[in-house]
């Protein structure tokens, strides 16, 4: 069982964040989308310039979480959807290495690369994104020389966990479910 918060046992963080996620959902069980409150200062994210997808679009993306976040409506309704069960941080991860991979200045991938391992990678992040042992080793041994892949390998998993974990909820969600009304 998990005893004190000094010497918790990696399953004990995994049980804690499925608590978070649970509590999350059974706060927040809106009747509709626009009943959603999100629970701190910031505005929700409104797709820009984008226009609602047709029901052929949307219901692609109940097999491809590629073709999900390749429409930024998509991603905008996926990116509510995980900031209402309070389980954004795997997708705001995932933003950050898209977001990486465009700088071609050396000093400024060197500057990215230690923030994103500050705000996701590192022990006790703030935003700390569930990846195994190995993948977080082979991740800062990459940031010794940023170089474009350098989070490649924790992007994949953290891919791979939102295709098997994320998706699955979003698609039962009513965020989803609106839009193949």
Not at 30 to 54: F, L, M, Q, R, W
Not at 76 to 100: G, P, T, V
Not at 103 to 114: G, H, L, N, T
Request: aromatic share 8%; net charge neutral; charged share 30%.
């Amino acid at each position: 069982m998990c005893k004190g918060l000094a010497a918790l046992p990696h399953s004990c963080l995994e049980r804690a964040k499925e608590i978070k996620i649970k509590l999350g959902i059974l706060l927040q069980k809106p009747d509709s989308v626009g009943d959603i409150v999100i629970p701190y200062n910031e505005k929700p994210e409104k797709p820009a310039k984008t226009h609602k997808p047709s029901l052929d679009e949307a219901l692609l993306w109940r097999d491809s979480l590629d073709k999900l976040l390749q429409n930024n409506y998509g991603l905008a309704s996926f990116k509510s959807f995980l900031k209402s069960e309070f389980s954004e941080e795997n997708l705001e991860f995932w933003i950050a290495c898209e977001d990486y991979k465009k700088i071609k200045s050396p000093a400024k991938m060197a500057e990215k690369a230690k923030q994103i391992y500050e705000e996701f990678i590192q022990t006790e992040a703030p935003k700390e994104v569930n990846i195994d042992h190995f993948t977080k080793d082979i991740t800062m041994k990459n940031l010794v020389e940023p170089s474009l892949s350098s989070f490649d390998m924790a992007q994949k998993r953290i891919h791979a966990l939102m295709e098997k974990d994320s998706l699955p909820r979003f698609v039962r969600s009513e965020f989803y479910q609106e839009l193949i009304k």
